[in-house]
């Protein structure tokens, strides 16, 4: 079956960085991504990354993929506190799977 | 960038009441909505998916009679939770489909749904 698992929580300081990870279980998945879910607000795809790429920067935002290990992990550079925001991975099997998210708090 | 909205955002119910939540894409055509349910330190689990014109396909332990899904055009989908319960009390979010290219699912702010 497909199961997405990522820590609950996570706290930082404005202007360090932020590393979410996750674990996936489905092996077929074709890509895999990252969304951000503010207060109120729907699910915003924030970057994805295709499951034969190992890595892929955006901006402030890179991506990390372990095939073997199944791992994916969000890196945040220089975090600002409009990044706090619930922060969701997500495969694509034969559907979109979802982690239960991670809180970003960042502090001033 | 493709906008999703839904109505209401926010609803509170009595038990037994039925309850529409709309889902719109405003700004193309979605033939594929999906409906999701987000319940408190939960991932999003998906309901069910909507394909216009065509009945919808509900996962695995969603009552199809309960949560009723009418998808009539290309811009609207709409999600009844018939006879509501407490325990239906969630968050329920959708998506619309664009396309079939990787970035091209957009979602709606969510509806909070509260049956006393």
């Known amino acids: 079956g497909e199961d997405v698992e990522q820590s609950l929580f996570l706290s930082v300081r404005e202007g360090d960085s932020s590393v979410i990870n996750c674990t996936y279980t489905?092996?077929?998945?074709?890509?895999l991504y990252w969304y951000k879910q503010e207060p109120g607000a729907g699910l915003q795809l924030l970057t994805y990354i295709f499951s034969n790429m190992d890595m892929k920067q955006d901006q402030r935002l890179t991506v990390l993929l372990n095939k073997k290990d199944k791992h994916l992990s969000l890196r945040i550079a220089d975090t600002q506190t409009g990044d706090s925001a619930i922060y969701f991975c997500a495969e694509k099997g034969s559907t979109l799977t979802f982690g239960k998210g991670t809180m970003l708090l960042v502090s001033p | 960038g493709a906008v999703v909205s839904q109505h209401p955002s926010r609803v509170i119910c009595k038990s037994g009441t039925s309850v529409k939540i709309e889902c719109r894409s405003l700004d193309f055509q979605a033939t594929t909505m999906f409906w999701y349910r987000q319940f408190p330190k939960k991932s999003l689990m998906l309901m069910a998916t909507?394909?216009?014109?065509?009945?919808?396909?509900?996962e695995q332990g969603v009552e199809k009679d309960k949560f009723l899904i009418n998808h009539a055009s290309l811009t609207l989908s709409t999600l009844t939770v018939t006879s509501a319960h407490p325990e239906d009390s969630s968050f329920y979010i959708c998506?619309?489909?664009?396309?079939?290219?990787?970035?091209?699912?957009?979602f709606g702010p969510g509806t909070r749904l509260t049956v006393l």
């Open positions: 909507s394909n216009e014109g065509s009945k919808a396909t509900y």
């Open positions: 998506s619309a489909r664009l396309g079939l290219a990787v970035n091209e699912q957009f």
């Open positions: 489905d092996s077929s998945s074709t890509y």
